[in-house]
Each structure stands twice: as structure tokens, then as C-alpha cells.
């Protein structure tokens, strides 16, 4: 330094400390500029320098310009730009109090820079940018004030040597605004490589300043592009800086921005193999956590950044990822979002599941759809999974969306039951995982599962199944919550048995371990057991019962000494509760005496010493207070059993005798009878079938032509005392079937014969106040239960195959081959009695099909019965001699005139197998039991047996095929098996249903081919019975019809059926033209016979150019089918139409999609997208062509018309969604498939559905007798009638009317937005030719005066419809 910057520096510094700052600026206004920089580089570079010097200049040239001199301003903006430069060049210690004075001093002194100072600092501090990659920190605050003050700078002349790059060539002039220069700032910024050190500090800069919405996507999109290299511990802070920026707008983009750079950082650490990777991805969850966190801050401060992120969540609600999904689950978190997020993400599960669900069941498109996008279940199953480090924000969100969804699938809703089911299984699974990784959310699940039971939502079995699952996993989790459990105890008095019992097995584990939850339950039920309503107590028997069963159970498991202890202690204590219920009302000790009946049919039950013990002390007392004296042939006393003066029944002795029948059954298999003799329960019981095998009605003071009816005295005690009886002898049949000791298959005879004759007597003269009768049959008198009907059915209709064959998969000890065929030959006595095997048949029939008051039957003895029902019975039908003539057993050859046939019954409990396995979702394992059974099919089994594709079709093959056989064989003995034949067909409908849904989404090639021949088979068998000499029967008919339906995805050609069920990439799939032909080819035939048949019964000729060599027989084809096989048409046509929605849905998906796919500028067709709409348009015209047979035809009754008028409608309203389709998919073109579908239903099927309602609703105003003059119109034979008529009518009509009309403004828009005329494809105006005149209907008392009208005539509805133009017919 000289010795005049020396003096310079000493005089500058002196008037600093005087404050004489306006002679320091004019001390400064002489020197030059490199004077000036020299001084703050020298004041500035040296470490022990304060700024001090600085600062005077700042503050002397600012003095200066605010004094008003000439030269201040451009002092001023020396000194800045010196002091900026030498910041951006050295400062390496940003922290000084140097650098934050300066910094302050130059945001002080900034209003008073000129714009060139301003430009000049500007790029000043870009060329930094542009250098080293980074902004100087102490200009922090300075930079985004300097360039906002930039933006507002008007128009400024610069040259190169200001701002190179922004002149047009070197040393030429130019002129620019400061909003133009602030833009090529930023953009300039933005093109710069940034240090990833100082991207943050870049980041912060740009978001600050005043952007427009241009800028902010510039701004978004390169710090976007900067995140992809930067660490992962410095990611949050650029995304919270992205959530800043998005104030200024652009929020859409930059949420999505967000959200695709995290998808795909996961996809490329998903797969993570070695321990780096595996680290990273950890890391990552990490990060990610901490961005949700700053997502929801952001949020909080702006919610239109949330509605940006639902809005995000809707567009891409096919492709979101985990961390997509679980930034939602945050931000429902937040109360104003919450529930639009909750539905959102529930939607979205249940979408997905029900999108796949429909996938598989349509063949016909399913080729040249894509996959489905993201799968629901993994993006909880991954959130759930990283909720345990990092993600822990977003459980209880993850909870209540888990809660929500099980709440709306139990309520009615649009999704298919499949969806439902596995929506709710994954959210059950969920939530167990939650709960068992998570300690703050087990009270809250807990909470919610009690609320839902206590108020008993439609949900609350799905929520006492959860408890039971998470009670079984780990008992020591629940255990701390037990508390909230014994405060919902408190309901037990309003809940349902089946509540209670749910609730009761739930918490079984917890009840045998922690002492004070066992007290307080048992207080419970104590409390409630004695209350004063009798529905109260029988809740609370049907708690206890399950304790009893729970600790039973636990015992025969394998304990510790001190768990088997405590089980015992609670067992006795429990039975002890159960001993003072047995001196109840005779109601209560009658529920007591049936569910203990019930639990003695376990196998744990029989094998428990101590409850059997006991019970025996209980039952052995009791049989001696009503025991009658041997000197009697009555062995029970049943007038202690009957109240002398109100004849009600006071012992339910019926109910007792069964279940001490059980009991003692229990003691001989367990060897626990104690010393014989005549006081033994076995001598006893032999002792009581004796006497009642000898026993006649009037023994009991019973007389078969007295007085059984409910409205006398005399006829109430006849009844109970009959029914006492007539059960009490049931209880003996019971007893003699399953005794081991005593083996009398003779007594078991005789005592069926008292209990038929006595059970005749009561069914025929038990009548009620009207004189109807009370009593179906003899089956609703019996008390027997499921387990021994099904022990004996297995004997008397024994398996062929199992009596041939030694290694059958059942002849296994104890039950062995030599056991089986013994036992079979002994009972032959049994088997050869029809009414026997057809009352074991029914009972078994009514406990699979009843609900109240009961349990429901596991799933194992179901399928025994099919089983049975099966192989004993129906499948002898299958199997006709030469001659045509079955070769049935004498006992399923025998028919009565009044009973029902074995063969009738054995085929109803096999439809009602089928249907219980279908509601529960098993009916998949109906045709290996029936086919292949095995010992775990019969047996209590949680997890069904795991069997090859291959063989598993096949053996459903298998059924199928027997199943078509019995049928037409049963169909070949007409008119006498017509009946049975009938309900082998639904059952053959309900595994036609199931295999036609495996078959779909099958991947095994084999077991493809075997459905797919199996379904032609079957559906070519069925329109053969059409065609062959049926019964007029409309259930027969019907059934054929929905077996032919079921089967009718599989008609297809092999080549097409033969594809992978789901298409992967973009691959063009060639539109093939005969799907359509195959498919309903077999269904076209039997509309066309339909329609022939219709004009015969209308006596109108048919077009000879149509008849059919092949016609079936039309005699099966009368007023009385027909209705019911339109019926079933139009529920498979809904059925179709419904399939054909989704698939327009679809289209959207494949569109946008292809798009997203397809490059840039690309204005190719999208071809799949174009294929998709070419099938769908494809199948509603084949469709069309199905329905154009009816229209065209006259219909011979009012109810299948109305059933083709509603096919219509629902044609319309499918062909308007695909329509509005199509305006959501502009870059679909309108294609020729569509204007063929366009020309036939607005056009040819309108013309036809117009002549339709004038024909059947009514007439043409003015014009009915000018075309037809000899026909008379028909009128109702009364004025309020026919309103009444054309009121219900005209619903239907107007509906349709609607429809069409929606239809043809869809049709006007596409038009409109496609620029293609389409009106002259609409042939009808729907203002004028559909038009209900109601108000210009006849006076039908006018009409009719002199002339009587038939009952026909009577039943006509008209509708006045106005006379279209004749120039109209053909526009």
C-alpha cells in the first residue's frame, strides 16, 4: 500500500469514528474506482479486519447520494459492486460478524443503487454462480431483494461489456426491461452446474425471489434434476425448499415432481442384495420419513398444496408408490383432508382388487388390456412394513384407513363380493402386523374393535375374528388392554348370541390367563344368567358354552401341568355356573340342553374325563326324578313333564333325553362308565329302547283321532306331550345308531316306525287358528344332529368306490376297508328302509340349510354331506343298463306318491351344500371331496389341502361330467325324474360358475385344456337338451338356460382362450372377429328357437328363408317358459352389458397410458387403445344382434316383454358410457366399429322398440285402425284399472325414453368434437315418436258400454303414442 492509500485509509477512518459520513462520500467522489476497490480489497482480505472501513465507505457513499450530489449514487454503487466481488471471492468464514455487518449494511443501502449498479452486482454475482457452482453465504438475504429490485428496473441500454451474453453481438446496444434481465438471470442460473455443497443455498436464492409461473417450473424442474445428485442426508432440505417454491404456483408439477424422483429411487434400491444396498435402502426409509414430515408442515401452512396432492393421488391413482401412498396416509392426518383421503386410498384398494377380479373373468377383452397398475395389497404391505423405522408418522393413519375399509365392505356397495373379501383379509393382516410392531396403536385398535362390538355395526364379526387372530398371536400383547375389554362386558345383555359367542371365543386366551379378566367375566355372564328377560339369558348361555368348549378344548391340547391346573379349575367353576342354569325356566334349560348336545358331538368333548364326569352326576339325577316305573311301557313319566292347568311344557325331557343319549355315548367310547348294572347309563338307555320300540300312543295318553289343534286346551297339551314324545324317541333312534355295545339294527327299525306313526299323526292334525297346518314334515320334529346322520348316511348310501377299492384314500384305521364293508353289510336292514334313508337325508338337508337359533355347520361336515349325497346317491343315476333303464339300489328305486324321492333329497343337500360352500367362498374344494376325498376334508381344518392344477381340474372335470350324466339320465326317465333332474342342474350351474372363474385365471396350460373342453362340452350338452323331447317345466328349462350361460365365456376359439391370462407390455393383439361368433353362437340358436316359438303362440308365420333343418323342439316352448327364459337372458345380457362398462372404464386407463408411453411429438394412432374399443364396440354389437331377435318378434306374454324392454335400456345406458368414454379419450378416433354399433341400436333397434310398445302398451293415436283395420284394440275392463296399467307402463317406457335420449346427447358431442356428422344414424325423434299421452287415453266405461271383454282383455295395458310422420319411417 503507498503512502496515499495509506493517508487515504487513515482520513476515511477518522471521519468513520466522527459519524462524518457526507464527508467521507465526497472524499470518495474524487477518487477513481480502482482506488475504491483497492480500498475495500485491502480493508476486507485481511483475517484480523473488521469491515470497519467498509462500512464508512458504504454509509458515506450512501450519505453522499441522500445529500443530493450529483455523484453519490454512482459512488455508491462503486463501493458495492467492490464489496460484492470481494465477498464472492473470499469468504471462506461466513459466520464472521464482518460478513453479516456488510451484508446488512448493503440490504440497507440497496433502494438508493442506480439500475446499472444493480445489473453490474447482478451478474456479478452469476459469474460467481457460473465459476465455482455456488453463491456467497453472507449475500443470503442481500441477493433475492437485489434481483426482485432487478425485476422492477425499467428499460435500461446495455452493452457486451455490461452483460455479455445478453447483447446481440459484441459492442452493439441493446435495450432491455428488468424484468427481461431478471428472467435471463434465473434461466441463466438454472442452466448452471450447481456444487451440490451449495444446491440448498441456490435453491433457497431462486425460491425467493418473485416468479412468474413459467420461472417456477423452470426453477422446479432443475432443482428436481439436482436432487439426482446429491446425498440422501441433504434431500430433505431441497424438498422442503421445492414445498416454498411451490407458493408461488406450479404446485401439480412439483408434487409430482417430488413424488416420481422417490418412485424411482425405490425402484432402484427395491431389489437391495448386498449389505450396502440394503443399508442405502434403510437410509432411504429414513429420509423419507423426514419428508413427510416437512410435507405435512408444508401442507399445514398451505392447503392448496394438499389439494394439489389429492388431485396428484386421483390422476395417477394406477401407477402411486409407497412412498406416494404413505405421504397420503400423512396427510390424512390432517383433519381438513382427512376424509377425502381416507375414501381416496379406500377406493383405491378396492378399485384395484375389483378391477382384477373382473380381469379374470373376462376372456373376451382380457388379451388386449394392460396389467394392472399399482397393486393396493403391496403398497400396504410395504408402508406397513417400513412404518417400523422411519414411516412410524403415518400408522395411525395406516389404522383408521384398515378400520374404514373393513366398516364399508360389510355395508352394500358396488364392488364385487371377491374384492371385498380380499380387501378385507389384507387390511385384517395389516393390522395384525401394526399391531404386533407398534405398541402406540394397539389401545386404539383395541378401542376400535370393542366399539364396533358393542354397538354391533354390521362390521363387528370381521372386527371379533381380528381380536381372535391377534388374542392367538401373542396373548402378552392384549393382555395390557384388557381393561377396555371388561368395559365393553358391560353390553353383553344387548348383544346376540352370535355376538357373545364371537366375542366369548375371541378372548379365550386371555380368559384362562389373567385371573381378574376371568373374574370379571364370569360376573358378567353370572349377572346376566339370572336377569329377568329370557332372550338376556340365552345370550348368556351361549357365552358360557363357548368357555366350556374353549377350556374342554385347551385341556385335550398339549399344557404344562400348572396351564392344564388352571384350565380345569376354570372348566369345573364354569359348569358349576352351568348346573344352576339346568333348574331354570324349561325355555333356558332347553337352549342349554341343545347346545351341550351340540359340544357333545366334538371329539374333545367326548375325550374330557372331568366334564363328562360331571355332566354324567348332573343327567343321572335328573332321569331319576321322571323315570317311570318299569311296570309301564312308557319308561318317562311325561305328565311331570306338562303343566296340569296352562299344558305348557315344564321339563324340555325331548332335549335332555338327546343329550344324555350323547352323554352316555361319550362315556362308552371313553371307557368312563363305571361299575355296570341296571343303574348304568348304558342299561338305562337300553332299558328306555326297549320299552318305547313296545310303546303305542295310548300308553302316553295319546289318541291318533283326538284333538291336536293350538286353539283348545285339550289339543295344546295333546301337542307338547306328542312332541315330548316323538322327540324323546328320536333321542332313542339316536342313541341305537351310534351305540357300540349294543348293536340291534331290528330295534332301531321299530323305533322309526313308532316315530314315523306318531310323527304322521301330529304333522296331519296339528293345525292353528286357521286350520293350517303347523308341521312340515317329520324331520322338523327330530332333534338328531348333523354329525350322527352324516355316520350313518355314510353306511346306508355307501361309496361304490370305496367298497371296491381296499386303498381308497377313507378305508384308514380306525375306519378301514374291512371295518367299512362290515359295517355297510350290517346295516343293510337300514339302508333297504326308504323312509329311513330319506328322513336321515332331510335332517342332514335341514341342519346344512338352517341359521337361527343354531350355529352354522363348519365347513368340513358340508362337504361330507356332498360327499354323500354324491357318491351314494346321485351317481348311481349316471350308470343305465342297455336298455335305457337305470340301475338304481332298491332303496333309491323305490318312489311314494306323497313323500319325496331319496334321489330328489339327496340332490337338494347337494344344492344346498353348494350354495353354503359358495357364500363361504370354498365351493372350490366341492368337486375334490366329491371326487378325490381325502380324511382332512372331513376333519376340523383350518388349511385346505394343497392339490395341483392339473389334477384339481380334473377332478372338477370329473363332477361336471357326473353331474351331466345323472341329469340327462334322470331327464331320460321323464316325466317321473323331471324333478331331480332339475336340481341336479343347479347344482351343475354353481361348478360350472366356480370352474368357468378358476378356468380364467388359470395358468397352467393343461389344466386350461381340460376347463376349456370341459365348458364346450358341457355348454354343447346343454343346448342339446334343448333341442330333445323335455318337459314343459319353466325351472327345468331355466336352469338348462343359466348352465348354457355360466358355460358361455368359454366358447371361444381354442387359439383365443389358449393366451396367457394377462398381457404385460404394449403389444398389438389382433382383433379376431369369431370370438364373438363362438361365444354366443350357441345362445343366438336358442333365442332364434325362443322367437320361432313366440310367433307360434302369437300366430304369426315365420320367414321360411329363416327356418332351421336343426329347429329343436318347440313343444318345450309355451306362454309359461318362455317368460322365464327371457328372464334368465336378460339377467346374463345385464350381466354381459355390466363386463362391457368396465371395459369401456378401461379405455381411459389404456389411453392415458399409451400416451404417457409413446414419445414426445408423436402423432401416431393409439392402436391399442383403438383395438380396446374396437372389442368392446365389437361385443355390444353382437350383443345388439342377440337382442334384434327379440325386438323383431311379438312376445306371447306382457312379462317377457317388459324383460326385453328392459334389455334395451340397459343396452342404451352401456352404449352411452362407452360414449362418454370416448369424449374423455379425444385421441381415440371414431372408428367404423363404432358407427356399425351407432347405425344398429339408434337405428335398426329404435325402429324395432318403437313397433314393440305399440304393439304390447298400445296403440297409435288416429292411425290404429288405418293399418290394421281388423284388429281391435284391446282396453281394460275398468277406468281406474287401466291408469293404473299405463302408470306402471309408462315407468318402464319413460325410463327407456331417458336413456335413449342421454344417449343421443353423448352421441351429438362426440360428433361435435370429433367434426363427423353422426345425427343421420339417429332414425327416431324421441320428442315426438316416444311420447306418453297419458291424458288422451280412452274412457274405457265408454268403450265397453254393451260389450263384455275377456279376462285377457282385461289384462292389457295401453299406452297412447303419438303417430310418427310417415316421411319419418324412413329418414
Sequence with gaps: MTSEDTELTTQLAALGRTKAYVEAGKLLSE???????????????????????????????????ESGHTSGSSVLGTVCSACVGQICEDSADPETQKWTAISDTLLQVLPQLGPRSIIDIAFRVLAELKTSGTLPTPLASFLPMLLDTLGTIGSVEITSEDVSAVAAEDDVRVTRTGSELKAYWIESACSYKWHAQASVRVCALLRELVLTEAQVERVASRVQRQ????????????????????????????????????????????????????????????????????????????????????????????????????????????HRFEDNVTVLLRTQLLRSMHDEDMRVGMVWVRPYLLESGSDAQELLHAVVERSSYGWDQVTQSLIQLCLNTMDYTARRNTYSPVACTQARQTCTRVLQTAFATHEFVRGEI?????????????????????LQLLAANDVDTVRPYSTKIIDALDSISVMSSRTLEGLVRAIAPLFFDDVQFRSSLILVLRKILFAHGVDERRVALSGLFVLISCAAQSLDCEAGQRQSNVRLAVLLEVLGLLRRCLTQQPEIRKAAYDQLSTLLDEPFARNNAALLSTLHGIFQTEFMKYQA???????????????????????????????????????????????????????????????????????FELDANGDFALDSPSGVRNNNTARLVIGCIDAAIEYELCSTTNTNPALVVELFSKFQRFSDVLCTRCVDERKKRVIGSASELSHMTLPTTLNVLELVLSDPRRMDNPDHALNCAPHDHTWFVAHTSGVSLWAANTAFVRHLLEIALARVTERAGMCEEPTHRVLHLAYIAYSGALAACARPLESGILDLPANLAKRSAKARSILYVAAESLVACTSVLQSRGKLDLLHVAVMRPQLMLFAPNDDPPTIDALLDAQYASALITGLRNTSEQMLAQKPVMAREATTVLTSLHAVCVQLSRTGNCCSNEGARAVIYKTMNETARWAFSLVGGELPGDANLLRNITMVLTSCQPFLQPETVFARPPLQLTFVSVPVDVRMDDYELGTLSRLIGSICTASRLLTNIEADPNETDEDEPNLGIFTARTIPALVTVLAAWFKAELHQVDWASTQLRRMSASELAERPENDAEDLVMSIQVERRVCGRIHSLSQLLLQLLSTVMPTQAATDQVIRMFHDLHRSFAHLTRTKLQCVQVPITESYIDCLSLICSTLNTHAHSMIIDKYGALVGSADTENPKKKTKLTSSKSAGKSHVLRNSTLVSSLVYQMELTEKYVGMVAAKHKTPLAHYLKRSLARDFRIERDRLHDPLQDTEGNSLDEESADTTMLMLDSPPPDMLDD
Design 31 to 65: 477518487q477513481e474506482d480502482d482506488v475504491v476497490y483497492k480500498l475495500v480489497e485491502d480493508d476486507l482480505s485481511t483475517d484480523a479486519g473488521t469491515g470497519a472501513l467498509t462500512l464508512t465507505l458504504i454509509k458515506g457513499s450512501s450519505a453522499l447520494a
Design 227 to 334: 436432487m439426482e445428485c446429491m446425498e440422501l442426508m441433504e434431500l430433505p432440505a431441497m424438498v422442503y425448499q421445492l414445498l416454498l417454491l411451490s407458493r408461488h404456483g406450479s404446485k401439480r408439477n412439483i408434487v409430482s415432481g417430488i413424488f416420481t424422483f422417490f418412485d424411482n429411487m425405490e425402484k432402484q434400491l427395491k431389489d437391495a442384495h448386498s449389505d450396502d444396498e440394503r443399508k442405502r435402502w434403510r437410509e432411504l426409509g429414513d429420509i423419507e420419513g423426514t419428508i413427510m414430515l416437512h410435507i405435512s408442515y408444508g401442507i399445514k401452512q398451505d392447503f392448496e398444496l394438499g389439494d394439489a396432492l389429492i388431485a396428484f393421488a386421483k390422476e395417477s391413482s394406477d401407477s402411486l408408490s409407497s412412498f406416494s401412498f404413505a405421504c397420503l396416509l400423512s396427510l390424512a392426518r390432517i
Design 446 to 466: 383395541v378401542d376400535q374393535i370393542m366399539n364396533r362390538v358393542v354397538f354391533q355395526t354390521k362390521s363387528h364379526m370381521h372386527f371379533l375374528d381380528l
Design 629 to 699: 316305573d318299569r311296570s309301564h311301557d312308557s319308561p318317562i313319566n311325561f305328565q311331570l313333564c306338562v303343566s296340569p292347568t296352562t299344558h305348557k311344557v315344564t321339563m324340555p325331557v325331548a332335549s335332555f333325553m338327546q343329550c344324555f343319549a350323547k352323554l352316555t355315548l361319550a362315556l362308552e367310547s371313553s371307557s368312563t362308565l363305571g361299575p355296570s348294572g341296571s343303574e348304568s347309563p348304558s342299561s338305562i338307555w337300553t332299558d328306555v329302547c326297549t320299552r318305547f320300540s313296545r310303546a303305542q300312543m295310548e300308553d
